[in-house]
Nanobody, 127 residues
Framework: QVQLVESGGGLVQAGDSLRLSCVVS????????MGWFRRAPGKAREFVAG????????SYTNSVKGRFTISRDNTKNTVSLQMNSLRPEDTAVYYC????????????????????WGQGTQVTVSS
């Protein structure tokens, strides 16, 4: 059984930073590509950022490029999302997801490509 546990969410002001973390247990972390998604109130879940198994490839949705950075530490089974210059429109529940994948360089961007999901952590950005 694979478990993903997110942490690091909270209430911040516009322009502030937050760092989300996701710890993965139950499977070899290094065999999974990892992603962060978010769901804002009244909106569909959307891809935010992803990182390949190897960590050598990353992908971001356009609205967060230059502000968010995804990283992974295979020694700690952890994937992180550093979020800078936060905006009110970043307010959402953020979810961590894991994708079992043989291709070490591929970054999945669609929710159906992911096999496991965390429970989510709330990020609220006030103006």
């Amino acid at each position: 059984q694979v478990q993903l546990v997110e942490s690091g969410g909270g209430l911040v002001q516009a322009g502030d930073s937050l760092r989300l973390s996701c710890v993965v247990s139950g499977r070899t972390f290094s065999s999974c590509a990892m992603g962060w998604f978010r769901r804002a109130p009244g909106k569909a879940r959307e891809f935010v950022a992803g990182i390949s198994r190897s960590g050598g490839s990353t992908s971001y949705t356009n609205s967060v490029k230059g502000r968010f950075t995804i990283s992974r530490d295979n020694t700690k089974n952890t994937v992180s999302l550093q979020m800078n210059s936060l905006r009110p429109e970043d307010t959402a529940v953020y979810y961590c997801a894991a994708d079992r994948r043989d291709n070490s360089a591929y970054v999945p961007q669609r929710s159906y490509e992911y096999d496991y999901w965390g429970q989510g952590t709330q990020v609220t950005v006030s103006s």
